[in-house]
């Protein structure tokens, strides 16, 4: 039998500890069905009166944590409070409001500032006061969007990068536990409590593996963490360079008629459907991520979306995932961000979200984050202009840039487009940064065709062969870049012969259409036509 896995920390309170893990930056991320901030009344609306009324909520929320706290607890939480009472926060993000900033991206911005400062001081005692800021940030967030932090298990073994004061003030510790942190300090107001509590602690693991409710055990004496076999230590990530051939897959494969190969992948709405994903399957050819990210507390909530996109890629395992950044607007509102200048103008997309960076940055940070976990690829929606893609990427290399500084794990992936808008699809030829291209069919039909997206267009379905047409050209254009198809037209086999014509050897498609189209495939040949005997 392997033995257990034994690392190296360094000690911030005393005492061994042992119990089952729990993992604080990796929460299941639970269906749309399931979710509790699913509700219109949850969700996060408002102007400055709702601010203040968060910051309110948060304050009775720490006042109650400190009723009977001892002295050293109840120091901790009038510090906190005494941040939330500071009119230069509530100024600074009232600034940014007046600047047309929503309300819970202009907490979340005024207080990561703050963070970021404090995390690049030079004294640690400064940079220990980071984690309270963050404790702050999130509990306003929490009241904003209507839901408060949980707590973890009693008797387990918190393991996280840091842990928020007030976390640890609300927890009982009466049945055991422990703390394990990747980082964290011994200068740090959870330090000093859990010494004052004798809850065993240590800090400064560097990141491992591990899965909730797997054994742990906390020496706080010797300075270690014991996990069970089959742990491993994670070596630090830096950005790197995008892997060319990264969206080149592997796995789900099959054969035309005459041998060719086509792969075929699906598409997912909830990151529930991934748990059902088939062996067979190449992998996520396109996740939708506004139908798991549907409320501006969502789109402002970097944990969230990581632990969405995280859950979505170690489900998928080996398996390349591409998600599309946000496609809001138009028809597809963000519940809360309805009253938007940006939203009111029509824009949608790419378009939106370079004229609200706020949205894109939090979800750059939470993708940047989220690629050490799997073969993550980023498609960006509704792309018209080769600069719109250029102005993300460099929107991505600043957010990576900001998590270097701050020691957070990640990976520049991949940046590919849809090709939805004919404009694009004429002049594939320019778009010369993207890493990938991917056919959305039911929106380049919608344009080509002038027609209705909500299908009541009787006559749409007479644009095919222009579709079928313009397809073909822009597969031309591509440059050997890889090229997919993830429209409706997808799965549709009488669709099948014209697209295998056109070029396209990737198809994406929805769960229930893979059967078909698999079959469909087989029976043609790589031109489209059907295979003798058929």
């Known amino acids: 039998m392997a033995e257990p896995l034994r690392l190296k920390a360094k000690s911030a309170s005393p005492g061994i500890a042992s119990g089952p893990a729990f993992l604080a930056e990796e929460p299941k991320a639970p269906s749309a069905a399931e979710r509790p901030d699913a509700a219109p009344a949850s969700r996060a609306v408002g102007g400055y009166g709702a601010l203040e009324k968060a910051i309110d909520i948060s304050i009775g929320e720490l006042e109650h944590l400190a009723d009977g706290a001892d002295a050293e607890s109840r120091d901790i939480i009038d510090f906190q409070i005494e941040v939330l009472r500071d009119p230069s926060i509530a100024e600074a993000t009232g600034a940014r409001m007046e600047a047309d900033e929503n309300v819970v991206f202009a907490w979340v911005a005024t207080l990561d500032a703050y963070i970021g400062e404090l995390e690049a001081a030079d004294e640690e005692q400064m940079r220990a006061r980071a984690v309270d800021i963050l404790d702050i940030k999130n509990r306003v967030l929490g009241a904003l969007a209507g839901t408060p932090i949980a707590d973890f298990p009693p008797g387990s073994v918190f393991i996280g990068k840091d842990m928020e004061p007030s976390r640890f003030l609300a ?300 397809i073909a050209q822009a597969v031309k254009l591509t440059a050997g870049k890889p090229v997919s198809i993830c429209g409706d037209m997808a799965g549709d086999p009488s669709y099948l012969p014209g697209l295998l014509a056109a070029g396209l050897r990737h198809f994406s498609v929805a769960p229930a259409r893979r059967p078909a189209i698999r079959s469909a495939i087989i029976g043609l040949n790589a031109d489209g036509t059907r295979a003798a005997g058929e």
């Open 171 to 470: 927890h009982d510790w009466s049945k055991g536990g422990g703390i394990a942190l990747f980082s964290g300090s011994t200068a740090g107001h959870v330090a000093l409590l859990a010494r004052a509590k004798s809850v065993p602690m240590v800090i400064g693991t560097g990141r491992f593996s591990a899965a909730d409710g797997d054994p742990v055990s906390v020496d706080g004496n010797a300075g270690a963490v014991i996990l069970q076999a089959g742990s491993m230590l994670i070596p630090p990530l830096v950005p790197a360079q995008e892997p060319a051939g990264d969206t080149q897959l592997t796995g789900g494969e099959l054969r035309t008629a005459d041998g060719v190969p086509i792969l075929l992948s699906i598409n997912i709405n909830d990151p529930a459907e991934i748990d059902a994903l088939d062996p067979a399957t190449a992998g996520i050819g396109l996740m939708r991520s506004e139908f798991s990210i549907t409320s501006v507390a969502d789109a402002a909530n970097e944990e969230r979306q990581l632990a969405i996109y995280r859950h979505v890629l170690e489900q998928a395992s080996d398996r390349p995932v591409t998600i599309r950044m946000l496609d809001i607007g138009g028809d597809k509102p963000l519940a809360g961000l309805e009253d938007l200048p940006a939203l009111a103008s029509g824009l949608r997309g790419i378009r939106l979200l370079l004229a609200r960076p706020e949205i894109a940055r939090v979800q750059a940070r939470a993708l940047l984050r989220a690629a050490v976990f799997g073969r993550l690829s980023v498609m960006l929606p509704m792309v018209t202009f080769p600069d719109e893609i250029d102005r993300i990427r460099e929107l991505f290399r600043e957010e990576a840039e900001k998590l270097g500084r701050r020691a957070l794990l990640h990976r520049m992936p991949p940046i590919g487009m849809m090709v939805e808008v004919p404009a694009a699809a004429l002049m594939l030829d320019t778009f010369a940064s993207a890493a990938f291209f991917s056919f959305g069919t039911n929106d380049l039909t919608q344009y080509l065709a002038a027609s209705a997206r909500d299908g009541s267009d009787a006559d749409a379905g007479k644009a095919t062969p222009a579709v079928l047409r313009l």
